[in-house]
């Protein structure tokens, strides 16, 4: 089974994916639509994506302040978590996605991506390193409890 990765943003969802053995992260697409409140079939989408890849976690990327407050965005990726737990009936986790655009914004200039293609690519990185993360933690608890 994999683990499925989502950066929610406003108008669009960047969305990776695990390998079967959940050590990396792959950008698989970005979902777009045309209005924020508008998420039917963004959700139809990632039931789909669910079921082609075999996914039964879904991590989401909860962007919090950097002071820790929550605000307005990650209440709103609190309420796109309840309608993922509902569509897919599969453990949603929220993780800290605090500088993960930055990050993304970074690697692909980094990777000399012109200004204006950066936007379809920005969401589906940010995507990769919030599930990448989350798999890093995962992997670094299993080894420090192999060690102890």
Known sequence: ??????????????????DALGLTA???????RKEEN?????????????REYEVDTIVLGFPKHMNND?????????????????????????WDERLTTVEAE???????????NRKQYIDKIAAVFILQGYLDSIYLKKKAEEEN
């Open 1 to 18: 089974m994999r683990i499925m990765g989502l950066d929610y943003g406003t108008k669009t969802v960047g969305v990776a994916i695990s």
């Open 26 to 32: 792959q950008g698989i697409e970005t979902i777009q």
């Open 106 to 116: 970074r690697t692909l200039i980094e990777s000399q991506v012109r200004r204006e």
């Open 38 to 50: 508008k998420l039917r079939r963004t959700l139809a989408r990632i039931e789909e994506l669910v």
């Open 70 to 94: 929550v605000g307005e965005r990650a209440k709103k990726s609190l309420e796109f978590k309840e309608m993922l737990v509902r569509r897919t009936g599969l453990d949603v986790v929220m």
